[in-house]
């Protein structure tokens, strides 16, 4: 029954929900399936790739709102562009990726196969006319001769050919670079593959197995000790990668995994010892290679193995890789120095990775390095006043190495001997780090002992630069600065020095002199700073006294003047507290002029160093670590298939051209004759086309060259 159909009628037809939804699905299908779609999603995975290469990942949140501002931290933060390859809007763009490429795959491949199978015998022989590519000849030789020698010269030539017998003639379909179309299924084949590999092996199923095993992530710091249970993954997880830190001598069945917003831990199926790491060392200090022999112990079972970079172990499905290497809990003889009034040290003994109480705050032992071959933050020398001084080893080590230097040459100044990082946490948790160099460094000249801090670790660390005094050792320049912090001293010191700086034939003048110089170690020492006051003492405090009480005009005269009084007084001072020890006074010669100079700064940015004590690394008893990366990557081999079928199929693609032939023979008017029409076609049309159908002309026809 048909219904009624008015040509007047303005009405869309009525059509019920039920015939309307396959409609909506048959369209959605068509769209997934569609290229246009899988290209405009890979378009956009281009893009967000490209974004996560620029834009390093996973960092601080200060480190982001320092280099874009507050506003557009946080609008790049609500776009997960800090974490883009495990943000949920890329996770969803590849899932819709490997469906739309899974669909066009599925769509195409029976149509592949299907014309793979077509020779397309069935032709007629009029329409070879309209090849661009075609021609037409006479043979001497009657037909079933003449389709012997064609045929015989096509499969001589690679073609692949199939015959269909007519009434009026003999029909030959041939085929060459069938491969091209076999391409296209590699091609997006591999897509799929190495997205899901990709996949398998990403943070996604780590989040994926957290959900199903109810885990929360570990968003504080400490040790791993200190990570609670609910925060452990367990060994059936499928795909993880974490690193795992081994002391020598001990084993560990743990990895860290680290996620964008914090870590977990994940059981391991074995545990790793480490008996002996070994590192081997350029002549500059640098480290050459290193291996790790290590014991898996499995249940009952051990295995002995060797780990080196680039050489993993594999062992139950898991590879073991050499990842890098670290401190294992060495143990260090510290000497903490009172940077105020005088005290006598205190001794300090503890192991890298452990906590100790330091008065109202606590002492965290990060790490040991015996060799150092680093640059230490850029400075241009001059004093920083109101922070403590940058420096660039390497650029001060160039300087001494000349212009001819040429990256080889005595390489083995660069080690600047061992040093120990360690954090100072207060009761509120907030905790500043210190790295400091155990044995003086060399730099303009000068033996300068390194103490450095940083606020936070996204900035670099400033560094103290202490001078050493005549025996090597950082005594003389703390002896200064203790002296410094003691009024009595600082009077004593003002009193001898104006009475040598005043002229014999101007006694007058001797008041006046004691009470600049008591003025200006007073300022400098920062006994006149008020609590809450952003110029605690140092050169800045003498610079803001200038600027505030001399006229503009007399600034720099009477800077010049303090400057000189500051270092007479210093230099007094000095010698008075060489006599409290018991020491002879120290040579007015060229080396103690140069430690003066460098002490004078040192005492200036020590005002701002912001804890009261130095401390100094005495000895150590090393103890190394070897950091592993564990991986159980069930993608892996997807991912490898993937790039050798997108390679075949890249290559298929771009370098086998499909070409398809057509012969029609038919009998002349002589009998012993046969009429030869021919015409090919290729999937894409170029140059050697015309040079291929030439010699098959010359060939198949016997055309003359």
């Keep these: 029954m048909h219904r009624p159909f008015f040509l007047g009628n303005t009405h869309a037809p009525m059509t019920s929900p039920a015939t309307s939804r396959p409609s909506i699905a048959r369209e959605l299908l068509e769209l997934l399936s569609s290229m246009r779609f899988a290209i405009t999603l890979l378009s956009v995975i281009c893009i967000a790739s490209v974004i996560g290469t620029v834009l390093r990942q996973s960092e601080p949140l ?250 993993p172990v594999i062992h139950q499905g898991l590879a073991i890789y050499q990842s890098g290497f670290e401190d294992g809990g060495s143990k260090l003889r510290l000497k903490a120095l009172p940077l105020g009034s005088r005290g006598n040290p205190l001794p300090i003994e503890g192991r890298v990775g452990t906590r100790l109480a330091f008065g109202e705050q606590v002492l965290e032992l990060d790490g040991l390095r015996v060799i150092n071959v680093e640059n230490l933050a850029g400075s241009d020398g001059s004093a920083s006043g109101a922070d403590v001084r940058k420096v660039d080893l390497g650029e001060r080590l160039s300087q001494h190495l000349g212009s001819g230097a040429k990256g080889g040459g005595d390489k083995v100044l660069h080690n600047v001997g061992p040093s120990f990082s360690y954090k100072l946490r207060d009761a509120a948790g907030q905790a500043r780090e210190f790295n400091n160099y155990m044995l003086p460094v060399e730099l303009e000249g000068h033996k300068l002992f390194l103490a450095g801090v940083r606020d936070s670790p ?68 920062g006994a006149a700073a008020k609590p809450g006051d952003e110029v605690r003492g140092g050169l800045p405090a003498l610079s803001q006294f200038v600027e505030k009480d001399v006229p503009e005009s007399d600034r720099q005269r009477v800077s010049e003047v303090l400057l000189r009084i500051l270092n007479g007084s210093l230099f007094e001072l000095n010698q008075i507290a060489r ?48 950091v592993f990366q564990v991986a159980r990557a069930p993608g892996q081999k997807l991912v490898y298939l993937g790039a050798l079928l997108l390679i075949i199929g890249v290559f298929a693609m771009l370098y086998v051209k499909e070409r398809r032939l057509w012969v029609w023979i038919a009998p002349s008017g002589d009998t012993a004759s046969s009429q030869v029409r021919m015409a090919m076609s290729s999937t894409r049309e170029s140059p050697d086309n015309a040079t291929l159908f030439a010699q098959l002309k010359r060939t198949l026809l016997k055309e003359p060259s």
């Excluded at 037409?136 to 199939?162: C, D, H, V, Y």
């Excluded at 025996?471 to 040598?500: F, K, M, S, V």
């Design 458 to 525: 996204a900035e670099n660390f400033r560094y103290l630069r202490m001078p050493a005094d005549e025996n090597g050792e950082i005594t003389g320049w703390l002896r200064l600065r203790q002296a410094l912090a003691d009024p009595a001293l600082r009077e004593q010191a003002a009193q001898r020095y104006a009475d040598t700086a005043t002229p014999p034939t101007q006694p007058q003048l001797a008041p006046q002199l004691k009470l600049t110089a008591q003025r200006a170690l007073t300022l400098f020492s």
């Design 579 to 626: 006599e409290q020890d018991g020491l002879k006074p120290a040579a007015t010669d060229a080396d103690m002029q140069g430690f003066m100079t460098q002490a004078v700064m040192s005492l200036s940015d020590s005002l701002y160093y912001p804890s009261p004590m130095l401390l100094q690394l005495q000895d150590f008893e090393q103890v190394q670590a070897s």
């Design 62 to 311: 200060g480190n982001y709102i320092n280099q874009f501002g507050p506003f557009w931290a946080e609008v790049f933060g609500a776009f997960n562009l800090y974490t883009v390859y495990s943000a949920p809007w890329f996770l969803a763009i590849l899932a819709f990726l490997v469906v739309s490429t899974s669909l066009c795959v599925a769509r195409n491949t029976p149509k592949i196969i299907a014309d793979l199978k077509n020779y397309k015998e069935g032709v007629r022989e009029q329409s070879l006319s309209a090849f661009h590519h075609k021609a037409i000849a006479e043979l001497p030789s009657s037909p079933p001769m003449a389709l012997a020698e064609i045929g015989a010269a096509l499969t001589q030539l690679g073609w692949k050919a199939r015959v269909q017998q007519r009434e009026n003639g003999t029909m030959i379909a041939a085929r060459q670079g069938a491969a091209n179309k076999l391409g296209y299924i590699a091609a997006h084949s591999a897509i799929v593959l190495i997205l899901i590999g990709g996949v398998l092996d990403g943070n996604a199923m780590v989040k994926l197995a957290m959900w199903l095993q109810g885990k929360t992530l570990h968003t504080g710091s400490g040790f791993v000790s200190e990570i609670k249970p609910e925060s452990r993954l367990s060994a059936a997880n499928p795909s993880f990668r974490g690193n795992v830190s081994v002391a020598e001598n001990q084993r560990q069945g743990l990895a860290v995994l680290s996620l964008p917003s914090g870590v977990v831990l994940q059981d391991l199926p074995f545990e790793i010892e480490l008996k002996k790491f070994n590192v081997e060392y350029y002549p500059t200090g640098m480290p050459k290679s290193f291996a790790s022999d290590i014991i898996i112990h499995d249940g009952g079972q051990t295995r002995s193995a060797t780990v080196k970079v680039n050489e």
